[in-house]
């Protein structure tokens, strides 16, 4: 057999929390895998001014091994519902809207693609890919709980969703712990609308499909990795086998970006080792303007030093920066933080506003925790940098990202509120919670652990390591089927 590159087409759907990933995927794939890969960026209305997007583009353009296609942007807020214009559908709906560019660019590609990999957007995009010959995956970058949700998710009854949704019974799932009801998604909470409907059928489009990559790694997750491998392997749920392919994570950039990023990082440099709490909620997440002067006195109160991504404040939409993350004028901070904040804390913390250098962040010796809203980027941003955490989930997945951090892997504290509290964490609780993490011995036993993890996922990355030969295996079956493909158009 003659050993010919495999061209491979990732799509990253809206969102730097999805495109990250993609991109680290797709790196990997070129520089230990010998795949070619065509990276399309699949953008909306909103987030083509965005300024964020256009840097990380920047970045990976220096990359000469992706090609990068970024798709014309697409308006689908005609086809959602304006008292419920769920992130989910708007980024499913842009997915589909933008798949005619996307296959008249592969059909006139020179190097024809042997194999689609999708996130779970963009699941409308295998029909595509069976009518032009190419094997398909979908990339989970999460992880194995959570994928497992997805995977059991067309299997689940209506009754057992009613059961969860009406009575705040645990949803099973096969060979993994079950989603309690306060970790439960936004949509299983009304599981019997149009939205949960088209997230089953999202996820029942990858039954068939040839394979699933996850991005997490066996020893952060043995029983929840099993349970998915598991259910690939019996053919329970999914055909296609499951490949634990993680951790692939940002690891920061050697050279410094722009200015606001240079005066991060050198104010980092002067202070000591690991006394810095770094706080922020990912590219959409906010909050209502009470709990943000909360966050504000409770970092005052924990007198520890502290980054803070400060993002304007909205009252009912936890994920409202998520398609616009533009850079913004940091003097309208003042607006909304307390009276004489800034003033006060000018010595021993940086307010950032709208986004900040976080790979970098987190990789300065200085950081010694990280108050997150517990996307899984961020959540292995953390665990790649030996970093504990503040657990403060927001939407999505993000509360089972939290349990799982605190519960089992012992590496976060939660930041919760009670009902006496009125809908937000106060103060002391949030002071509380960040000394924990930064002074107390259980933030001490937190570090070793997250350490622990740290070298973990290294090692499943390692040649020989479990996510290396797992993308060894995917790579190799996407050669057979070229292969055999190739066999089959020359007979
Ligand atoms: N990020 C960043 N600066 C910020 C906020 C986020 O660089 O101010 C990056 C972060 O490092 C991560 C990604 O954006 O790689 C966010 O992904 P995650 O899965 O954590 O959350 P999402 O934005 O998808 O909710």
Not at 78 to 98: A, R
């Amino acid at each position: 057999m003659v050993s010919q590159k495999i061209h491979s087409v990732l799509l990253a759907s809206p969102g730097i929390g999805h495109l990250i990933p993609t991109i680290e995927l797709g790196k990997r794939l070129t520089t230990h895998h010998n795949f070619d890969v065509t990276i399309f960026v699949v953008t909306t209305a909103t987030s083509d001014s965005d300024k964020t997007k256009s840097h990380i583009l920047q970045q990976i353009s220096n990359l000469n091994s992706l090609d990068i296609i970024v798709t014309p942007p697409v308006d689908v807020s005609d086809k959602l519902d304006p008292n419920n214009p769920s992130l989910g559908l708007q980024i499913v709906l842009t997915m589909i809207e933008s798949l005619p560019f996307i296959r008249s660019e592969i059909q006139s590609m020179k190097n024809p693609p042997s194999v689609l990999i999708v996130d779970i957007f963009g699941t409308a995009a295998f029909p595509m890919a069976r009518e032009l010959h190419m094997s398909s995956y979908v990339f989970f970058a999460t992880n194995a709980w959570f994928t497992a949700v997805n995977i059991n998710l067309p299997f689940i009854t209506d009754e057992a969703f009613s059961r969860h949704a009406k009575n705040h019974e645990p949803l099973s799932i096969l060979g993994c712990e079950p989603v309690r009801f306060e970790d439960t998604l936004e949509t299983f909470v009304a599981p019997w609308g149009p939205i949960h409907k088209r997230y089953v059928e999202v996820t029942r489009e990858i039954i068939a499909i040839d394979g699933i990559l996850v991005n997490t790694w066996h020893d952060l997750e043995p029983g929840a990795t099993k349970a998915v491998i598991e259910n690939g392997v019996l053919g329970r749920f999914v055909k296609g086998p499951v490949y634990p392919i993680g951790p692939l994570v940002r690891t920061g950039e050697p050279e410094k970006g722009g200015d606001s990023e240079n005066l991060i990082l050198s104010w980092l440099d002067q202070q000591p080792a690991e006394s810095v709490i770094y706080l922020s909620f990912g590219s959409g997440g906010t909050m209502s303007k009470g709990q943000m002067r909360e966050l504000a006195y409770g970092l005052e109160l924990s007198q520890q030093r502290f980054i803070w991504v400060v993002r304007r404040p909205t009252e009912d939409n936890a994920s409202a920066t998520f398609f616009n993350i533009a850079g913004a004028d940091g003097t309208i901070m003042v607006d909304y933080l307390p009276k004489g904040f800034l003033n006060r804390t000018k010595d021993v913390g940086l307010c950032v506003p709208m986004w900040a250098p976080q790979a970098e962040i987190l990789k300065h010796p200085s950081t010694g925790g990280f108050l997150t809203h517990c996307g899984w980027n961020s959540v292995l941003e953390s665990i790649h940098n030996g970093v504990p955490m503040v657990a403060w989930p927001l939407y999505a997945e993000q509360k089972m990202n939290a349990t799982m951090l605190s519960e089992e892997l012992g590496v976060a504290v939660k930041a919760t509120k009670t009902v006496a509290e009125g809908g937000v964490v106060c103060r002391e609780k949030i002071a509380e919670v960040i000394r924990k993490v930064m002074v107390d011995d259980e933030g001490v036993a937190m570090r070793v652990k997250v350490k622990e993890y740290k070298v973990s996922g290294e090692k499943a990355l390692s040649v020989f390591g479990s996510s290396h030969e797992s993308l060894c295996k995917m790579a190799k079956d996407c050669e057979l089927h070229l292969h055999h493909g190739s066999e089959a158009k020359g007979r």
